[in-house]
């Protein structure tokens, strides 16, 4: 008898190991993820992790989130000390910082058996792959373009602009008709940058950058000609200047009265972005794609098309298996698509497009999702490369525009000294590859 005893314990004891064992495994894996942005997206965020973790429950992700400012510098520190997260949301245009050779994050193909890339088309995992390597995620895609507050152009009397002309024409009606408080557009220094592209390259079927990215295609006469565009949307009334601007302090445009009575009565920018803007617009009043604006004659609409947000694995990670795990769920499952909606911009994947169509997010009510859509149909040809959204340059282009607007230099002095600077820059960074 107690020979039958002890063999039942042995047994038990045998069936218990394996279990206790694996679950003591699933127990130690702990996942860190940053990422930066507005309450919203941190609130629905925090949802779809939360639900990750309640499916995995071995899995426990320590949420480290903030706004925009500082989120580069801490992903620089924690990068080079190789204390990065395991996921973290990386910025486009900051791979050739952090990834240059290939070698700055863990390479995605090597967990494909976890994460589905199937749902993403291969010309977007190829804008984040450096010497074949997947170095991040595409999350979602960005194109700028024109929005306008109904209710304000309604009031001015205008139709939305179809070309440059008639937005400088419209500029000179609004303060006319409607007081010097009054513009048809607002819009920072990159987002400027970017109209200029636009403006140039339909103009001469040319865009700023080669096709490889590394270098201007513009020369000097042309480069003049950008600044004195820059120039005249402030001297012709289209957006209130650096200087007017500066008097009103750091604070977001969006929560001046300006913006949410409708007094600036429109935005040139990303349509990731205007889903945000368009929330601070008092009603009645909303947020409407414009007309794509052409220049006379011009073939190519130069909508700039890019890659918005990545995520990548930190290359010193503990658990690539676990943290692409946490990536498919954010990107391609149901549940976790179904609360980030459009917070991320609108998604690459195939499944989480499926997703927000079949629920009624993916409509045209969306000035997000309208702004995509219009920019799609158009015929367009534009290089992306990050040099686009590059510190050092938007610097040199910020200090141009505030020196023509102080008057401290023409617009031929600032984009001669742009010209030369941003360069030396390009050259540089030429040398170090």
């Given at each position: 008898?107690?020979?039958?005893?002890?063999?039942?314990?042995?047994?038990?004891?045998c069936?218990?190991?394996?279990?206790?064992?694996?679950?003591?495994?699933?127990?130690?894996?702990?996942?860190?993820?940053?990422?930066?942005?507005?309450?919203?997206r941190?609130?629905?965020?925090l949802?779809?992790?939360?639900?990750?973790?309640?499916?995995?429950?071995?899995?426990?992700?320590?949420?480290?989130?903030?706004?925009?400012?500082?989120?580069?510098?801490?992903?620089?520190?924690?990068?080079?000390?190789?204390?990065?997260?395991d996921?973290?949301?990386?910025?486009?245009?900051?791979?050739?910082?952090?990834?240059?050779?290939?070698e700055?994050?863990?390479?995605?193909?090597?967990?494909?058996?976890?994460?589905?890339?199937?749902?993403?088309?291969a010309?977007?995992?190829?804008?984040?792959?450096?010497?074949?390597?997947?170095?991040?995620?595409?999350?979602?895609?960005?194109?700028?373009?024109?929005?306008?507050?109904?209710?304000?152009?309604?009031k001015?009397?205008?139709?939305?602009?179809?070309?440059?002309?008639?937005?400088?024409?419209?500029?000179?009606?609004?303060?006319?008709?409607?007081?010097?408080?009054?513009y048809?557009?607002?819009?920072?220094?990159?987002?400027?940058?970017?109209?200029?592209?636009?403006?140039?390259?339909?103009?001469?079927?040319?865009p700023?950058?080669?096709?490889?990215?590394?270098?201007?295609?513009?020369?000097?006469?042309?480069?003049?000609?950008?600044?004195?565009?820059?120039?005249?949307?402030?001297?012709?009334?289209?957006i209130?200047?650096?200087?007017?601007?500066?008097?009103?302090?750091?604070?977001?445009?969006?929560?001046?009265?300006?913006?949410?009575?409708?007094?600036?009565?429109?935005?040139y920018?990303?349509?990731?972005?205007i889903?945000?803007?368009?929330?601070?617009?008092a009603?009645?009043?909303?947020?409407?794609?414009?007309?794509?604006?052409?220049?006379?004659?011009?073939?190519?609409?130069?909508?700039?098309?890019?890659?918005?947000?990545?995520?990548?694995?930190?290359?010193?990670?503990?658990?690539?298996?676990?943290?692409?795990?946490?990536?498919?769920?954010?990107?391609?499952?149901?549940?976790?698509?179904?609360?980030?909606?459009?917070?991320?911009?609108?998604?690459?994947?195939?499944?989480?497009?499926?997703?927000?169509?079949?629920?009624?997010?993916?409509t045209?009510?969306?000035?997000?999702?309208?702004?995509?859509?219009?920019?799609?149909?158009?015929?367009?040809?534009?290089v992306?490369?990050?040099?686009?959204?590059d510190?050092?340059?938007?610097?040199?282009?910020?200090?141009?525009?505030?020196?023509?607007?102080?008057?401290?230099?023409?617009?031929?002095?600032?984009?001669?000294?742009?010209?030369?600077?941003?360069?030396?820059?390009?050259?540089?960074?030429?040398?170090?590859?």
């Amino acid at each position: 008898m107690m020979k039958k005893i002890l063999l039942a314990s042995l047994i038990c004891s045998c069936c218990l190991i394996p279990a206790t064992h694996s679950f003591a495994q699933q127990q130690e894996v702990k996942l860190r993820m940053s990422w930066w942005g507005g309450k919203t997206r941190h609130d629905v965020m925090l949802r779809a992790i939360d639900a990750f973790e309640k499916r995995y429950p071995w899995i426990d992700v320590n949420a480290e989130y903030t706004g925009w400012d500082g989120y580069l510098a801490r992903m620089t520190t924690q990068i080079s000390g190789n204390k990065e997260p395991d996921v973290m949301q990386i910025n486009w245009p900051w791979l050739p910082i952090f990834s240059r050779t290939g070698e700055g994050f863990y390479d995605l193909n090597k967990v494909g058996d976890t994460l589905d890339l199937s749902q993403f088309p291969a010309r977007d995992l190829q804008s984040t792959t450096v010497k074949g390597k997947l170095t991040a995620l595409p999350i979602s895609l960005n194109v700028p373009g024109f929005y306008f507050n109904n209710e304000t152009w309604k009031k001015a009397g205008l139709a939305y602009p179809t070309n440059w002309d008639e937005l400088f024409a419209a500029g000179k009606t609004f303060k006319e008709k409607l007081g010097d408080d009054y513009y048809p557009l607002i819009a920072n220094d990159q987002d400027i940058f970017l109209m200029t592209n636009c403006y140039m390259s339909q103009k001469y079927n040319l865009p700023m950058f080669t096709a490889d990215g590394k270098s201007f295609s513009w020369n000097q006469e042309q480069w003049r000609e950008a600044f004195r565009f820059a120039q005249r949307l402030v001297a012709d009334h289209v957006i209130p200047g650096p200087k007017m601007l500066a008097s009103y302090g750091k604070q977001d445009f969006t929560d001046t009265r300006y913006w949410q009575q409708g007094q600036w009565a429109g935005a040139y920018t990303w349509n990731v972005v205007i889903q945000y803007y368009t929330h601070k617009v008092a009603p009645p009043a909303k947020l409407e794609p414009g007309n794509w604006i052409m220049a006379p004659g011009a073939t190519n609409a130069s909508a700039y098309f890019k890659v918005s947000l990545t995520y990548a694995i930190g290359k010193n990670t503990q658990h690539p298996k676990e943290a692409a795990m946490l990536l498919n769920f954010l990107l391609n499952d149901p549940q976790a698509v179904e609360f980030i909606k459009l917070e991320n911009g609108i998604p690459i994947s195939q499944a989480a497009v499926k997703t927000l169509t079949d629920n009624g997010t993916l409509t045209n009510d969306n000035p997000s999702v309208a702004g995509m859509a219009m920019a799609k149909k158009l015929q367009s040809e534009s290089v992306a490369t990050s040099w686009m959204e590059d510190e050092q340059i938007q610097a040199l282009w910020s200090s141009g525009r505030q020196n023509m607007d102080y008057g401290k230099k023409t617009a031929n002095e600032a984009a001669d000294e742009f010209l030369m600077r941003a360069e030396r820059i390009l050259k540089k960074a030429a040398m170090r590859r």
